[in-house]
């Protein structure tokens, strides 16, 4: 079964009516979701669209240990939240370049780690790094380069 399918199975039990569409992106495979229950499926802070994704992979991976993870999105949802995370870390970026002073982010999952990572490379003036003492909890510093 392809990742469409099963998805489309996997929401079909679950009593969602919805369209899906699979598309390439430069992170890969994903599969955009549209259904008028949206926000039922997001869940809070996207809690419920991440274990959805985990499922689908893990059954996917249960088929070809191989294959590809594959994102799930719903009505954008997840492309808006990382455009909002980019624009954050650009501000507070400007701040510690404006400051001086370094700020940590709260707790980040690797997906938004690498988003704020991403964001911050091309920098010449701030950087963003994973503190070895805060590595447990996942958190970013953003600050000034050293020159």
Do not use: C
Not at 55 to 71: H, S, W
Not at 79 to 105: C, H, Y
């Amino acid at each position: 079964m392809e990742a469409k399918e099963i998805l489309d199975t996997m929401l079909g039990y679950l009593g969602f009516v919805a369209e899906i569409q699979e598309v390439e992106t430069e992170n890969g495979r994903q599969l955009q979701v549209f259904t008028a229950e949206s926000d039922v499926l997001i869940g809070h802070d996207g809690e419920t669209l991440e274990d959805l994704q985990f499922l689908l992979n893990r059954i996917l991976q249960a088929q070809d240990r191989n294959a590809r993870r594959v994102q799930v999105d719903v009505g954008h949802w997840r492309a808006m939240r990382d455009d909002k995370l980019r624009q954050r870390v650009r501000q507070i970026a400007e701040t510690v370049r404006i400051s001086g002073r370094p700020v940590k982010l709260e707790p980040m999952n690797s997906y938004d780690r690498r988003i704020v990572h991403n964001t911050l490379k091309e920098d010449p003036d701030v950087m963003s790094f994973s503190p070895s003492d805060d590595a447990r909890i996942k958190r970013i510093t953003i600050q000034r380069r050293r020159r």
